[in-house]
């Protein structure tokens, strides 16, 4: 598996995924679908600290998408994996590598993510990289007719400790 940057051309497909409700899943409100030109807009105004990837296998295909954005002084992630492809392992992976990547190139002591407290999926995924449950948040998220709580999980710099897919390249 690898996370490559959404490129421009990506774009298209970035627009599908955000519009098929199977993609973002039972958990996700309705209201992130975009148009393609609402999308080329966000994608052309993304801050320096915010920065989208695509999920792809290792020929290739493209699975899903992950990304972070900034909150306060730190990052939160969010990502999403086409159907098919959901319960292999990618989306662990994906979030592994993902902070990795962040804790070896920003200066920031926790990177979260929130998830709807009936995904017990993503919360799986997350506990598994090393995440912590931090808390709930009520009645957080409108989702298809109603209002759903939200989980709080996060993982500390001092927590992580060293990359555990990413290495430091040997200078030769």
Same mark, same amino acid.
């Given at each position: ?9 990506d774009l298209p497909l970035v627009a599908e995924w955000f519009n098929d409700p199977d ?12 148009s393609r030109t609402e999308i080329e807009k966000k994608y052309e105004d993304l801050s ?6 695509? #999920?792809?296998? @290792?020929?290739?295909?493209?699975? +899903? %998408? ?5 909150? *306060? ?35 920031i002591v926790r990177i979260q993510a929130g998830t709807n407290v009936e995904n017990e #999926?993503?919360? @799986?995924?997350?506990?598994?990289? +090393? %995440? ?5 948040? *009520? ?34």
């Amino acid at each position: 598996m690898n996370l490559r940057i959404v490129e421009k051309e990506d774009l298209p497909l970035v627009a599908e995924w955000f519009n098929d409700p199977d993609f973002s899943g039972r958990f996700d409100p309705l209201d992130a679908q975009q148009s393609r030109t609402e999308i080329e807009k966000k994608y052309e105004d993304l801050s320096s600290e915010e920065k989208w990837f695509i #999920v792809e296998k @290792k020929d290739g295909t493209k699975i +899903g %998408f992950i990304g972070h954005f900034p909150v *306060r002084n730190n990052l939160e992630i969010g990502y999403a994996l086409i159907p098919s492809e959901r319960g292999k392992g990618y989306g662990t992976e994906a979030v592994l590598v993902m902070v990795d990547y962040l804790f070896l190139s920003k200066s920031i002591v926790r990177i979260q993510a929130g998830t709807n407290v009936e995904n017990e #999926v993503s919360q @799986k995924v997350l506990e598994r990289v +090393g %995440f912590q449950k931090e808390g709930l948040n *009520r009645k957080e998220v409108f989702v298809r007719g109603k209002w759903t709580d939200f989980y709080n999980y996060s993982i500390l710099r001092e927590e992580w400790k060293e990359p555990k897919i990413l290495t430091k390249t040997a200078s030769r």
